[in-house]
Structure formats: C-alpha cells, structure tokens
C-alpha cells in the first residue's frame, strides 16, 4: 500500500511539473510589442525598433498573451491615427495594447481623429479611432484617463459584431466634432 501511494505522489508531481513548464512556456512566448513616432518601424521588438504608429502595426507578428505598447513620452504623445485590432487572445493569453508603464514613456497618449480641424472639420476627419475586431482584447490606460479619443467622425471605439470578452479601461473619450459652419455636433464615443 506505501508503494501504491508513492507511485500516486510520483504521478502527481509530474502533472504539476508538466502543467508548471507549459505554463512558463506559455508566458514565456508572449511579447511586448512597441509603438512610438521615435521608432525606426522595423519590427516593434523595442524602443528603438518600434512601429511609428499604431496603424503599422504588423498584426502577423501578434499572437495570443502579447502586448502593443504605446508610447507616450515624457509629457504625452499624440498619435493622429486609427487602427483595427483584428486578431483574438485567449481566455488565458488576451492580446493586450496598453499605454507604457515606464518612466520616460508613460506620459499621457492622444488619439486624434481631426474632425475638428477647419474650415472641413467633419467631413474630412477619420471615422474611427480604434476598431476591436478580435475578442480576448484589453485596450488599457496605465491610469485613469491616460489615453485619450477625440474628435472621430463616426465613433472613437468599436467593438465589432461577435466580439467577445474584450475591455477597455482608462480610455477617455471626447467626441464632439465641427461642422462648420453650424458649431458642432457629438459622435459616438463607443459603438457595440
């Protein structure tokens, strides 16, 4: 009976030897990705080499648990952009695009869509801000308010149809718009 139970124990250790390496495996293939306008915008693999903006983020190199990062200086970035995220994470490994944490790069990130600028305003601005079209997505501010949307035509943020188990926190939105010469209107700041 000793031998039965030691052979269990036995058995028992190495589920949670093999369960404790795929784990680690698992977390150890997931990559951060980075954006900012000082990259070269080869590959994103660092600071230096990050894409220039976030609508050049090359998406096949982007698998579950990885990470975009967004730089936003030291006193903020503005990015006058949009971008589509078209690929899903996991329940376990959601892909995740974030303002930076790091000193010197976590300064406040601006989305801007431009349908404020005159004399066209609206009618010249860029639909939409950002686009989730992948479940398993977090879009996250590193604090409160510390990536901001504003002036999108149609909308700062869509969810698209079927997209599931997707957040995004910290993300303030402000879509009011021009549209000369009538002063201006309000945008839908999240569509789902």
Not at 97 to 123: C, E, F
Not at 124 to 129: K, M, N, Q, S
Not at 161 to 187: D, F, H, K, M
Request: aromatic share 8%; hydrophobic share 35%.
């Amino acid at each position: 009976m000793h031998h039965h139970l030691s052979v269990k124990t036995i058995k028992t250790a190495v589920l949670l030897a093999v369960a404790t390496i795929c784990t680690y495996q698992a977390d150890a293939s997931a990559r951060a990705f980075f954006v900012s306008p000082t990259g070269d915008g080869s590959d994103g693999m660092t600071w230096k080499k990050a894409w220039k903006d976030p609508a050049q983020i090359n998406w096949a190199s982007v698998n579950p648990g990885d990470q975009i990062v967004l730089d936003g200086g030291t006193s903020g970035i503005t990015y006058e952009t949009s971008f589509t995220i078209p690929k899903s994470g996991t329940a376990g490994a959601p892909i995740v695009v974030r303002q930076s944490p790091q000193a010197g790069h976590n300064g406040k990130i601006t989305l801007y869509g431009g349908s404020d600028k005159p004399p066209a305003g609206y009618n010249t601005g860029i639909p939409t801000g950002v686009n989730i079209a992948g479940s398993y997505v977090h879009f996250v501010g590193a604090r409160r308010a510390g990536i901001k949307m504003y002036s999108y035509r149609t909308t700062c943020i869509n969810l698209a149809p079927g997209t599931q188990n997707s957040t995004v926190r910290n993300i303030e939105i402000e879509n009011r718009v021009s549209l000369p010469p009538y002063g201006a209107i309000i945008c839908s700041g999240m569509e789902f």
